[in-house]
C-alpha cells in the first residue's frame, strides 16, 4: 500500500484517483472539502446484519441488507443521457430486489452477474410515473460488498472481527454525484494508510476519562467502521459531548468578556414607568409585569445585561419590549447628555415593519423619534409634515440621525449590522427570533464610526423568542443567559378551537372553511416536508406538495377565492412579497410548507389547515397554530391526519388539551427526540448534538468542564490544540 502523507486539511481530491466532476459537485454540495470534514461526516445510520431479510418481505422504508447472487447487470446511461449507471437486481431464496446505482458504472465492472454479494440500503418505491414495468420496490445507491469478503482488510486488527453476523454497514447522507458507498470507501481509504493514529485529541484526556468516553482516533474508528453497536454508541456521544462541549467554551468566553464590559446602567424612574404603561388600551398580564421588572433589575446594572424572553406567539412580547425601550430613553442618569439609543432587529423585513408600526402606535404620544431600516428603504416617525405618521428617508439621512443620536429607537432587518450603521450611544439589542447573537455582533453594533472611542459601552442584550427552548438545548447555546418566560396569555383572546379531522370528514371542513373565507377572512394550509434520505428528493416533493395542494384548491375547492404559495425554496424577496400580498389581503388562502417565518402577524386570518398532521412535532404544530388567533376573532386549526392509530390521535389530542408550548416542547423532546422538535440548524447545532441535548447530565457535564478549563486557564496556555480547535470552530460559527 503506498504511504501518503495526509493532514486532516489535506484536500479530498488528493485521497482519491478517480475523484470525477460529478464527484466534485457532490462533494462540494455536501460541503465536504478536508479529509476533516470527511472523519467528520458520520454515517446517519448502519445497515445492521440483524435486519438481514429475505427479498420477498421488503417494505418501503425499511433499513435492509440483502445477501443474494447479482443478475441481470446493465450498465446506462439514464435521465436523458446524462448519469451514467448501474442496474442490476439481486436475487435471493425469496426473490429479487432491484438496485439501482447511480453515478457508479464501475460497480457494474466489479460485481458482474452472479457475483454473490452483500447489498444494504433503504427500500425506496418508484414514482408511479404510469410507465408498465417502472413501478416497484428498489434500492438506490445501496452498499455493496462481495458477501465472502464483507470484512474489510485491515493490518491493525482494529476493524470489525471477521465474523459476519456483527458487522455494520455504515450508511452516509449522500446527494447526486456522491454516494455512501463513495463515501464510505474514501473514508476507508484514508484509514488504511495509519492516518488516524497521527490524529491528537483536542479534548484533554482527564475529561474524557471522567465520562468514559473513547479518545478522537478510537472514536473515528468506531464510528465508520464499527465492531458492535455499543461502540458507535460511545462514538456518537464523544461526538456529541465534543460538540456541546465546544459551544459551552465559546459561551463561557463570551459570558466572562461581557463581564469584564461596561454597559449603560439604567436608573429609570418607576413613575414614568407606570404612566407609560397606562397609557396603553389594554392591561398589561402578571407575566408581562413580572418580565418588565426583572429586566429592569438587570439593566440597573453596569454590566452588559444577556436576557432571553421566551413567550407563546401572541404573548406580548413586543409589549415587554416597548417598556423598556421607553424606561431607557427615560432613565434619569445622564441627563443633559444626547439620549441612549435602542436597535430592534427582526429577522425578516415584514416583522421589522410591523414592530415600527406597533412601535409607533405605542410611543406616537411621546415625542420620541423611531426610525425603520431595511434593505429596501428606510423611514421615520415622525413625519415633518404629519407628526402622527411617518415618512420613507433616504439611508443616508437614517445613518446620521442614529449616529448623532437623534433618532433614539431603529427598528430593523439584519442590515441593522452593517459596518456603515453607527450609533451615539447604543444601550439596548432586541432581538427578535435570532437566537445567535454573541458579544461579537452587540461590539460590531455598538461601535461608532466617528472612532473617537468614546463609547466603550457594549449594549444590553434581549433575545425574544416565541419557540420553546427546553432547558439543556438553552443551556448549550445560550450558556448560562437568564432566560424570562412569559406563561400567560393575554385574557381576552379567544381560545383556538382545534380539531383533528380524519379525511372522511374533508368536505364538511371545507364547507365551513368557506364561510369564514366568505366572510372575508382569511386561511393558511401547510404542507409537510415529506422524510426522505435523499434531502434534494425530499425538497422536490415538498414543492410538489405545496404546488400541488394550491392547484387542487384553486381548481377544485376553492375556484372563486385566491390562492397563493410560499415555500423555502423561494428567494427571500418573493417570500415577502407573498406575505406581503397576504397581509393586504390580496389573497384569500396561502399553502405553504412549515418553514415559513414565524412571528408575522396576519390578524385576519382565522383558520389554519396542516395536513398529514401526525408527521410534525407538537410543538412545531402549536408554533403552527400559533399564526391565527391573533385578535379576538374566533379561529380554527384542523389537524389533518389519515393516520388512525391511537397513539396519533392521542398524541395530537395533546394539542386541544396542553396548556402552552413549554409544555407540548418538553413532550415532544422525551417522545420523539429534540431533533424533530426543532431545526438544529437554526442554531447552528448537528442532529447528533440535538440528540444528545436529551440527555441533560452529558450538558451539564459539558458546562462544568468547560468551566473548570477556562477558569484555571483562561488562555489555554496548558491546552494549545483546544485552543486551536475552538478558534477554528468559533469561526466557522460566525459565517
Ligand atoms: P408576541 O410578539 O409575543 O407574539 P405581540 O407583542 O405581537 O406578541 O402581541 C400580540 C398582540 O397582543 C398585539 O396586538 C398586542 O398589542 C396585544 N397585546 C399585548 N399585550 C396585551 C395584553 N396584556 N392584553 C391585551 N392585548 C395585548
Ligand atoms: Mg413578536
Keep these: 500500500m503506498k504511504e501518503k502523507l495526509y493532514t486532516l486539511q489535506t484536500p479530498i481530491y488528493e485521497i482519491g484517483n478517480r475523484i470525477t466532476d460529478d464527484h466534485k459537485e457532490g462533494l462540494k454540495h455536501l460541503r465536504l472539502t478536508t479529509i476533516q470534514d470527511l472523519l467528520y461526516h458520520f454515517p446517519t445510520r ?9 427479498a420477498s418481505t421488503l417494505q418501503v422504508g425499511q433499513a435492509v441488507t440483502i445477501y443474494g447472487v447479482m443478475e441481470k447487470v446493465s ?26 446505482w447511480f453515478n457508479q458504472a464501475y460497480i457494474g465492472k466489479m460485481y458482474p452477474n452472479g457475483t454473490k454479494v452483500k447489498v444494504a440500503g433503504i427500500i425506496h418505491e ?24 464483507t470484512i474489510p482488510e485491515s493490518q491493525s486488527g482494529l476493524f470489525a472481527p471477521t465474523t459476519e453476523t456483527e458487522f455494520l454497514t455504515p450508511v452516509y447522507r449522500e446527494t447526486k454525484g456522491v454516494s455512501s458507498l463513495y463515501l464510505y470507501s474514501l473514508i476507508k481509504k484514508v484509514v488504511q494508510t495509519g492516518f488516524l493514529e497521527s490524529i491528537k485529541d483536542p479534548i484533554p484526556p482527564h475529561i474524557l476519562e471522567k465520562l468514559h468516553l473513547p479518545v478522537l482516533k478510537d472514536a473515528l474508528l468506531y464510528i465508520h467502521f464499527p465492531k458492535n453497536e455499543n461502540l458507535t454508541i460511545a462514538a456518537r456521544k464523544r461526538f456529541a459531548f465534543e460538540e ?3 459551544l459551552q467554551l465559546k459561551q463561557y468566553q463570551e459570558k466572562v468578556e461581557a463581564k ?126 404629519d407628526p402622527s405618521s411617518y415618512t420613507s428617508v433616504s439611508r443616508a439621512q437614517l445613518l446620521t440621525w442614529l449616529q448623532d443620536g437623534r433618532v433614539s429607537i431603529v427598528i430593523g432587518t439584519h442590515a441593522l449590522i452593517q459596518k456603515q450603521v453607527a450609533f451615539s450611544r447604543l444601550a439596548l439589542v432586541i432581538i427578535d427570533e435570532q437566537h445567535r447573537f454573541g458579544v461579537k455582533q452587540r461590539k460590531a453594533l455598538a461601535q461608532s464610526k466617528k472612532g473617537t472611542g468614546k463609547n466603550k459601552e457594549l449594549p444590553h442584550l434581549l433575545s425574544m423568542t416565541a419557540t420553546p427552548i427546553p432547558r439543556t438545548l438553552a443551556l448549550t447555546i445560550f450558556g448560562d443567559l437568564d432566560i424570562t418566560v412569559i406563561d400567560t396569555m393575554p385574557k381576552e383572546r379567544k381560545k383556538i378551537i382545534t380539531e383533528i379531522i380524519p379525511n372522511s370528514k374533508r368536505k364538511e371542513i371545507y364547507e365551513s372553511i368557506r364561510k369564514e373565507l366568505q366572510s372575508g377572512k382569511q386561511v393558511y394550509v401547510i404542507c409537510p416536508r415529506i422524510d426522505e434520505q435523499d434531502e434534494e428528493e425530499a425538497q422536490k416533493r415538498m414543492l410538489k406538495s405545496v404546488k400541488e395542494e394550491a392547484k387542487h384548491l384553486a381548481e377544485d375547492i376553492f375556484p372563486e377565492f385566491i390562492v397563493d404559495i410560499i415555500h423555502s425554496k423561494m428567494k427571500k424577496e418573493e417570500k415577502e412579497e407573498v406575505m406581503q400580498d397576504f397581509l393586504d389581503k390580496k389573497s384569500d388562502i396561502l399553502v405553504a410548507t412549515s418553514v415559513i417565518e414565524v412571528g408575522i402577524n396576519v390578524p385576519n386570518a382565522t383558520v389554519i ?9 407538537l410543538a412545531q404544530l402549536h408554533q403552527l397554530r400559533g399564526r391565527v388567533g391573533r385578535r379576538e376573532y374566533q379561529s380554527y386549526c384542523y389537524l389533518f391526519t389519515e393516520s388512525k392509530g391511537e397513539m396519533t390521535t392521542k398524541r395530537l389530542q395533546a394539542l386541544v388539551t396542553a396548556k402552552n408550548g413549554f409544555e407540548l416542547a418538553e413532550q415532544d423532546m422525551m417522545a420523539r427526540g429534540i431533533g424533530t422538535l426543532m431545526d438544529g440548524k437554526q442554531w447552528g447545532i448537528s442532529d447528533l ?3 444528545a441535548i436529551k440527555n441533560p447530565k452529558l450538558v451539564e ?35
Design 46 to 54: 448502519y445497515a445492521d446484519m440483524r435486519e438481514v431479510a429475505g
Design 75 to 100: 450498465v446506462r446511461r439514464s435521465f436523458k443521457g446524462h448519469i451514467p449507471m448501474t442496474e442490476s437486481v439481486v436475487a435471493d431464496n425469496s426473490g429479487t430486489v432491484r438496485c439501482v
Design 126 to 149: 418508484d414514482q408511479p410515473v404510469g410507465k408498465a414495468g417502472k413501478k416497484g420496490f428498489f434500492l438506490s445507491n445501496p452498499t455493496i460488498e462481495r458477501a465472502t469478503s
Design 244 to 246: 456541546i462541549f465546544f
Design 260 to 385: 469584564h464590559s461596561l454597559a449603560y446602567p439604567i436608573s429609570f424612574d418607576k413613575k414614568t414607568i407606570q404612566a407609560f404603561i397606562k397609557s396603553f388600551p389594554f392591561k398589561p398580564t402578571s407575566a408581562q409585569l413580572q418580565a418588565i421588572d426583572s429586566i429592569l433589575k438587570d439593566i440597573a446594572r453596569k454590566e452588559p445585561m444577556s436576557r432571553l424572553l421566551e413567550g407563546d406567539v401572541g404573548s406580548g412580547k413586543t409589549f415587554v419590549a416597548a417598556v423598556i425601550a421607553y424606561a431607557i430613553i427615560h432613565t434619569i442618569q445622564n441627563k443633559g447628555t444626547q439620549p441612549l439609543q435602542i436597535a430592534y432587529m427582526a429577522p425578516t423585513e415584514i416583522l421589522a415593519k410591523q414592530h415600527f408600526e406597533s412601535f409607533i402606535s405605542y410611543f406616537k404620544h411621546t415625542n420620541i423619534e423611531i426610525g425603520l431600516l431595511t434593505s429596501s428603504g428606510c423611514a421615520k416617525f415622525p413625519s415633518k409634515s
Design 609 to 617: 389547515i396542516i395536513e398529514h398532521a401526525d408527521r410534525f412535532g
Design 689 to 691: 448534538a440535538m440528540e
Design 701 to 735: 457535564i459539558a458546562r462544568d468542564e468547560s468551566r473548570e478549563v477556562l477558569d484555571t486557564d483562561p488562555l489555554l496556555t496548558k491546552y494549545p490544540l483546544l485552543k486551536e480547535t475552538l478558534e477554528k470552530r468559533a469561526k466557522v460559527h460566525m459565517e
